[in-house]
């Protein structure tokens, strides 16, 4: 019912900066929160940030003055802003929203299938 669809990930060097992007498509939905994940190797999922519509963020501590959250309301669109990546940033970053399918009354969650970020030192 709807789709989510991460773009932007690729290799990169320690220092340098990626940009990630999640689209949303489908019909008749209404998207709530949005948030980035990411799982690196051997490691659990963790968050990364999120997004309320109204523009409210939070970060992970480990990327606290590096990640910038965003999206775009008018194109179903979030984006992850990433500068002075190191090599732990690199993991599959996975986008997630909260949204209510219509004729449903209930909000529920969507992923995507993935984008590979690499940071090599």
């Known amino acids: 019912q709807v789709q989510l669809v991460e773009s932007g990930g690729g290799l990169v060097q320690a220092g340098g900066s990626l940009r990630l992007s999640c689209a949303a498509s489908g019909r008749g939905f209404t998207i709530n929160a949005m948030k980035w994940y990411r799982q690196a190797p051997g490691e659990q999922r963790e968050l990364v940030a999120a997004i309320t519509r109204g523009g409210s963020t939070n970060y992970a501590d480990a990327v606290k003055g590096r990640f910038t959250i965003s999206r775009d309301n008018a194109k179903n669109t979030m984006y992850l802003q990433m500068n002075s990546l190191k090599a732990e940033d690199t993991a599959v970053y996975y986008c997630?929203?909260?949204?209510?399918?219509?004729?449903?009354?209930?909000?529920?969650?969507?992923w995507g299938q993935g984008t590979q970020v690499t940071v090599s030192s």
């Open positions: 997630n929203a909260q949204a209510m399918v219509q004729p449903t009354l209930i909000f529920v969650d969507y």
